[in-house]
């Protein structure tokens, strides 16, 4: 699976983006999705997962009621909807496919080139 992130850009605390991570490969609907982020000088952590068929999902605390994730296995897309941003979700996001939905980043085994979000006060 080869993942590739986007959406990522400049906004003021309070608005939104919506990343897009775009899949190849046939067997996409067969593995959890999840996004991560790393903000400079921090480890990357997780942000929020879903499962195969999108009926599963997982938020970290720090976005859980703010941002959204979901999936369309028809067009090979994950994506995650961020709203009420503020400074501290500045960061480089990943996409990240696994076999199982987890929130551990060891357990993914394929990841996208991340996309910048940063958010200005």
């Known amino acids: 699976v080869q993942l590739q992130a986007s959406g990522g850009g400049l906004v003021q605390a309070g608005g939104s983006l919506r990343l897009s991570c775009t899949a190849s490969?046939?067997?996409?609907?067969?593995?959890?999705m999840g996004w991560f982020r790393q903000a400079p000088g921090k480890e990357r952590e997780f942000v929020a997962a879903?499962?195969?068929?999108?009926?599963?999902?997982y938020y970290s605390d720090y976005v859980k009621g703010r941002f959204t994730i979901s999936r369309d296995n028809a067009n090979n897309m994950v994506y995650l909807q961020m709203n009420r941003l503020a400074p501290e979700d500045t960061a480089v996001y990943y996409c990240?496919?696994?076999?199982?939905?987890?929130?551990?980043?060891?357990?993914?085994?394929?990841w996208g080139q991340g996309t910048l979000v940063t958010v200005s006060s």
């Open positions: 879903i499962g195969w068929s999108g009926g599963l999902t």
């Open positions: 990240a496919a696994t076999r199982r939905v987890s929130r551990r980043y060891a357990e993914y085994d394929y």
């Open positions: 490969g046939r067997t996409f609907s067969s593995y959890a």
